[in-house]
């Protein structure tokens, strides 16, 4: 499947080219990728998956906390393919909450915290809808969680995939963009919970990596 690849000497934009909030201004390198052309991706990743995916009702389940804005606009945009053609399915949402990340480091737990019963999943067409994946531990993990309730189809999506040497090889089904082995905040993707509140996806300098430490 194709994606949109982002090179390790990309130099990206710099900050004062677009508004970010001024309490990140001394945190961040630079614009990675801006926040519309994350929307443009997701738009041709919503038509990539009905084309897949729409035969049978949707269950898109959303991997809190760092998919929520990705899950919320990928799924605008599956609602509009749904309601402008003459076919469409129902799509239904749930959502999982996992954490496997203290400071900038993966730790080898991935923790499940709430969710549904991930019975109710059983007989349907599943969508995972991730932010990035690293090792692919957590996903490794959700899949495996997943495949105990005999659902009829399982895809994922992730926005982002690192390309790092932790990798355990796994892919998903659907990539938006392969990033550099770099942390990255913006668009939900946190570190200790700060950035969710930043549109665009950029790169965490050193000094703030320090400064939100926990
Ligand atoms: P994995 O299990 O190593 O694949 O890690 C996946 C999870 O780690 C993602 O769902 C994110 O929550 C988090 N993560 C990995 N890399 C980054 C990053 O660059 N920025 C923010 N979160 C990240
Ligand atoms: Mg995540």
Redesign the pocket.
């Known amino acids: 499947m194709a994606y949109i690849q982002i090179p390790d000497d990309e130099k990206g934009y710099k900050l004062d080219l677009f508004c970010v909030p001024k309490h990140y201004e001394e945190d961040l390198d630079q614009v990675i990728i801006p926040h519309g052309l994350i929307m443009d991706r997701t738009e041709r990743l919503a038509r990539d998956i009905v084309r897949d995916m729409g035969g049978h009702h949707i269950v898109a389940l959303c991997?809190l906390k760092?998919?929520y804005t990705f899950f919320a606009d990928l799924l605008d945009y599956i609602k509009a393919l749904n309601q402008n053609s003459d076919k469409s399915v129902p799509l239904t949402v749930d959502f999982i909450r996992?954490k496997?990340?203290c400071n900038?480091q993966?730790t080898n737990i991935?923790k499940v915290i709430g969710g549904d019963e991930l019975s109710t999943l059983t007989g349907k067409n599943v969508l995972i809808v991730?932010?990035?994946?690293?090792?692919?531990?957590?996903?490794e993990t959700l899949l495996s969680l997943l495949s105990e309730c005999n659902p009829k189809m399982v895809k994922v999506v992730s926005l982002l995939v690192?390309r790092t040497p932790?990798s355990s090889g796994?892919r998903p089904d659907y990539i938006g963009f392969e990033v550099p082995d770099?942390?990255?905040?913006g668009y939900a993707?946190?570190?200790n919970e700060y950035f969710r509140d930043l549109s665009h996806i950029c790169i965490l300098n050193e000094n703030a990596k320090e400064k939100y430490k926990v």
Do not use: A
């Open positions: 991997v760092g998919g996992l496997s990340y900038d993966s991935v991730e932010d990035i994946v690293e090792t692919g531990r957590t996903m690192k932790r796994y770099l942390f990255l905040v993707l946190d570190y």
